[in-house]
C-alpha cells in the first residue's frame, strides 16, 4: 500500500503537535501539511493533496464542519475525520451530513487513532453502522423527506439492499435475509453506492432516512 498522507488541521498548537508526533512514527504515513482554521485548511488541502484530513470541528474563521463540506464537495476529495472533545449526537449527525468518513473523540488512544486513520484511507466508514443508524434514526425524522430522483435507478433489489443498510446490517446479514450469497450482496451495495454518488455505507444510511426510504421507528424489512 502506497503511503497515507495526511493533513491535520485544529486550532491549538498542542494538539496538532501531538497528533504530528503519533501519526509520524507509523510507518507508511506521512504528515504533509498542519492548518489552524478552517480556511486554511481547505487551501492546505487543494495545495498538498493528503489522502486524510484530521479536521477539528470547533475552529475560528471557518469551521470543521464547513471546511470539510468545501472539500467533500471538490473533484478527487480527501477522505475526512472529524475530530471532537464532546461525544454528542448533534456533533456525529452533522459530521454524516457533510459526508465525511469518521468522527473521533481527541482523548482516544493513539493506537485508535492510527487505527481510524489506516480504516478511511482504505475506502471504509469509520463508524459503526449500528451507531449510524440511531443517531440518523434520531434526527432524520424531523422534516418531510422528498425522495430524490436518483432513488428510480434503483432496481427492485438494490432498493431492498439499501432498506438493510439502512437497519445497520453487516453484508453477511444481508445475505442471510436475502438468501443470497455474500459477493452478490458486497456486489449490490456497490452498485447502490455508484448510482446514488455515495461515498460509504454511512452515507447510504444517511440518504436511506433523508429521503425516505425507512422511516424512523418504522421497520426497513
Same mark, same amino acid.
Given at each position: 500500500?502506497?503511503?497515507?498522507?495526511?493533513?491535520?488541521?485544529?486550532?491549538?498548537?498542542?494538539? &496538532?503537535?501531538?497528533?504530528?508526533?503519533?501519526?509520524?512514527?507509523?510507518?507508511?504515513?506521512?504528515? $504533509?501539511?498542519?492548518?489552524?482554521?478552517?480556511?486554511?485548511?481547505?487551501?492546505?488541502?487543494?495545495?498538498?493533496?493528503?489522502?486524510?484530513?484530521?479536521?477539528?470541528?470547533?475552529?475560528? &474563521?471557518?469551521?470543521?464542519?464547513?471546511?470539510?463540506?468545501?472539500?467533500?464537495?471538490?473533484?478527487?476529495?480527501?477522505?475526512?475525520?472529524?475530530? /471532537?472533545?464532546?461525544? /454528542?449526537? @448533534?456533533?456525529?449527525? !452533522?459530521?454524516?451530513?457533510?459526508?465525511?468518513?469518521?468522527?473521533?473523540?481527541? =482523548?482516544?488512544?493513539?493506537?485508535?487513532?492510527?487505527?481510524?486513520?489506516?480504516?478511511?484511507? !482504505?475506502?471504509?466508514?469509520?463508524?459503526?453502522? !449500528?451507531? /449510524?443508524?440511531?443517531?440518523?434514526?434520531?434526527?432524520?425524522?424531523? #422534516?418531510?423527506?422528498?425522495?430524490?430522483?436518483?432513488?428510480?435507478?434503483? /432496481?427492485?433489489?438494490?432498493? @431492498?439492499?439499501? &432498506?438493510?443498510?439502512? &437497519?445497520?446490517?453487516?453484508?453477511?446479514?444481508?445475505?442471510?435475509?436475502?438468501?443470497?450469497?455474500?459477493?452478490? =450482496?458486497?456486489? #449490490?451495495? !456497490?452498485?447502490?453506492?455508484?448510482?446514488?454518488?455515495?461515498?460509504?455505507?454511512?452515507?447510504?444510511? $444517511?440518504?436511506?432516512? @433523508?429521503?425516505? $426510504? $425507512?422511516?424512523?421507528?418504522?421497520?426497513?424489512?
Amino acid at each position: 500500500m502506497s503511503e497515507i498522507r495526511i493533513l491535520i488541521a485544529d486550532d491549538q498548537a498542542m494538539v &496538532r503537535a501531538g497528533l504530528r508526533m503519533v501519526l509520524e512514527t507509523e510507518e507508511g504515513m506521512a504528515v $504533509v501539511g498542519e492548518a489552524a482554521d478552517g480556511a486554511e485548511a481547505v487551501a492546505v488541502a487543494r495545495r498538498t493533496r493528503p489522502d486524510v484530513v484530521l479536521m477539528d470541528i470547533s475552529m475560528p &474563521r471557518m469551521d470543521g464542519l464547513a471546511a470539510a463540506a468545501a472539500l467533500l464537495g471538490g473533484q478527487n476529495p480527501p477522505k475526512v475525520i472529524m475530530l /471532537t472533545t464532546f461525544n /454528542t449526537d @448533534e456533533n456525529l449527525y !452533522a459530521a454524516l451530513r457533510v459526508g465525511t468518513s469518521g468522527f473521533l473523540l481527541k =482523548v482516544s488512544p493513539p493506537e485508535q487513532l492510527v487505527d481510524a486513520v489506516r480504516v478511511v484511507a !482504505a475506502g471504509d466508514a469509520l463508524l459503526d453502522p !449500528a451507531v /449510524t443508524t440511531r443517531v440518523i434514526a434520531s434526527f432524520a425524522g424531523r #422534516h418531510e423527506p422528498a425522495p430524490p430522483p436518483q432513488l428510480a435507478e434503483l /432496481t427492485p433489489r438494490e432498493l @431492498e439492499v439499501l &432498506r438493510l443498510l439502512a &437497519r445497520g446490517l453487516t453484508n453477511a446479514e444481508i445475505a442471510k435475509e436475502l438468501y443470497v450469497g455474500e459477493a452478490t =450482496v458486497k456486489t #449490490h451495495v !456497490a452498485r447502490v453506492l455508484m448510482k446514488l454518488h455515495l461515498r460509504d455505507r454511512a452515507q447510504a444510511v $444517511v440518504f436511506a432516512y @433523508e429521503s425516505g $426510504v $425507512v422511516r424512523p421507528g418504522a421497520s426497513a424489512a
